[in-house]
Structure formats: C-alpha cells, structure tokens
C-alpha cells in the first residue's frame, strides 16, 4: 500500500476515557456524542464504532448525507439540521431521524407521515429552531418526540446568557410530548447539574478539546506526523520559505517536512508551531506553505524519511496558531492516513 508522507495518529483510549468522563460529570442524563464533520475530522465510522462499543447510544450529525455514511454501523443518529425538500428520499433511513428547526420542516415531516423526530427550540442563540410562541400555538401537537433540544450560545463564557437560556428552556418542561430534554455540549456540561437534563451533547472534548478549565482531564486524542523530505544546513544570514521571514543568526539544521495548510497545519503556525522529538520542541521556521514546513533539527538525530510528530494539544495549538480549536480539528485534511492506536 502506498501510504501517505503524513499521518494522524488516533488515541483510541483517550477517545473512550473522554466520553466516560463526560458521562461520569453529566450525572443521571445519558452521554451521547456529535460525529458531525466526519467525527470533527478524525473519521465518524471509526469514532462512532468505539463509542458505541463503550456504551454510548445517541450520536448526531449535521446532514442526511452524514447519516447515510453511518447506516450500517448500528448506531442511531439524529441530523441537527433538519429536513428540507431534498432530504425526503434520505428520509426514511432506518438509523436517523431529523431535528426538526422551523414550522416548514415540522409541517413537511407531518405531511410524510410523521414519525419519531427530535425538535430544536431556539433561546436566544438566533440560529435554528422553532420558537416558544410556535409551541404555544400548537405546532408540535400531535409530533412523536423523543428530544426537545436547544443550544447554548456562550457555554464557554461565564456569562448570564447560559442562564437566561437555561430558565427558558426549563419553561418548556410538559409543553410538549417530548420524552426528553436536552442543553447542553461540552462546555454545557461543566456548567454543572442544572445544565444536564435527560442529555447531553458533547462534541469537542470528546476529541480532546477544553473549552473550559472544568475539563482539564481531558486527553489529547489527534496528533498529526509527518516524514522529514530533506534535511539541510542553512548557513548564518541565509533566510527560510516564502518572503524570507526567518533568518538565520548562525548554521543552522532545518528539517523539511511534507505538511502545510492544505493539510489544515494553518499558516498560523508560522514562526510559532513545535515539531516534537521526544520532549523536545523544535521550532516551525519561517512561513508554513501549501505543502511544507521548516524546523529547526539542531543536534537531533533527524534524517529523511524519519517522521515528526507536531505539537498539537489543542488548548495550547489554538493559542499559537490563532485557529479555534474546532478548525484545528476540522480543518485536517483528506492527505492524512488516519492510524488508530
């Protein structure tokens, strides 16, 4: 098999040990997982299918396109954005069901004959769902619905927006036939019990992401490698990559490697990324490109066709680069082969 020059090494492990902490923080409510984005980039089969082996049983996507690469692997998912005209045909897939956002798509799902669905309630985020006047008047009567959810805007701020949402969610509770009720994400679930209702929703911190300091247990699950295509000396006052923005002060050992921003290592990174050997971190120089990127090797035993793993934790990857941790995530691209460890 010709296997590609870069690499992300998945941590199976981290990846259960995230989801039986967040289950173990969210009390009595039932754990599931977002898989959405192709497992935020790691790949929603393999995610999905260990998940499931630990016990988790409510997964979401963003669309049908999404559930139907899911249809075999036995896990049941609901579809964040709904049902338009187009999803019909997709509609009836045997492992989702839709979460209803506007009066149109609950109408449509009426009119094909209903079924069990999920419903998005918006509580001020101003994104998708119905509104608390839409219940009132009527327009989930007669819906078979197993969870009623909204969405938190700022879950990640300490800020009295979570709980104005909170409170007019709550109000909800026994206005509809809904069999749940649902708030909260990753960060949700550190904002503590009142937040955590019959389910939660995490995403990010599955895959090793903190959006809060509650969730520092978190554990690294992606880390991207790549193979060294030269090693070179570049000599004192001789400059590095595009718009010669790194200049060498004395000799220096760079190393070479096949990874850039089309791989989702974001220019950012520029002057202010880590390669790792061992514990050593050795400095991206100058401009990250397309396809490349510079490190200083130093004395490091660093030869062609070795692999360096990048330093990504995400807290700390998202400080350096200026991305969000979800683009850190989402944004690696379709050149890596995806190792699970």
């Not at 805007?153 to 909170?166: V, Y």
Request: with cysteine.
């Amino acid at each position: 098999m010709n296997r590609s020059p870069c690499r992300l090494s998945l941590d199976a492990a981290a990846l259960v040990h995230n989801w039986r902490l967040l289950d173990r923080m969210s009390g009595t409510a039932a754990c599931g997982a977002a898989v959405k984005a192709d497992g935020y980039g790691l790949g929603a089969r393999e995610v999905a299918r260990r998940l499931s082996d630990a016990g988790c049983r409510d997964f979401f996507v963003a669309t049908w396109a999404e559930a139907r690469a899911l249809v075999d692997t036995g896990v049941t998912v609901s579809v964040f954005h709904g049902l338009r005209a187009e999803d019909m045909a997709l509609a009836g897939l045997r492992n989702a069901r839709p979460v209803l956002n506007t009066p149109v798509q609950v109408n449509r799902w009426k009119e094909a004959g209903g079924g069990l669905c999920d419903v998005m309630v918006d509580t001020g985020m101003n994104r998708l769902g119905v509104s608390a006047g839409d219940i009132a008047a009527g327009l989930l009567d007669g819906l078979a619905i197993d969870t009623l959810m909204t969405h938190l805007a700022s879950a990640d701020e300490d800020t009295p927006i979570n709980h104005t949402q909170r409170e007019r969610f709550a109000a909800l509770a026994g206005k509809t036939q809904a069999r749940r009720m649902s708030i909260a994400n990753s960060a949700g679930i550190a904002l503590g019990a009142p937040y955590h209702l019959d389910l939660v929703r995490p995403g990010l911190a599955l895959y090793g992401g903190v959006p809060r300091a509650e969730l520092r247990d978190i554990r690294q699950v992606a880390r991207p490698e790549a193979q060294v295509l030269q090693r070179r000396r570049v000599g004192a006052g001789e400059t590095v990559g595009y718009n010669a923005t790194w200049t060498a002060l004395a000799d220096t050992e760079v190393a070479i490697v096949n990874l850039g921003y089309a791989d989702g290592y974001w220019r950012g990174f520029s002057g202010k990324g880590h390669a790792l050997v061992g514990e050593a971190r050795l400095p991206v120089l100058g401009r990250v490109s397309m396809d490349l990127i510079a490190v200083d090797c130093g004395a490091f035993d660093v030869a062609e066709s070795d692999w360096l793993a990048l330093d990504y934790a995400l807290p700390q990857a998202a400080a350096a680069s200026g991305m969000s941790q979800y683009e850190l995530l989402t944004g690696l691209g379709s050149r890596f082969d995806r190792i699970w460890r």
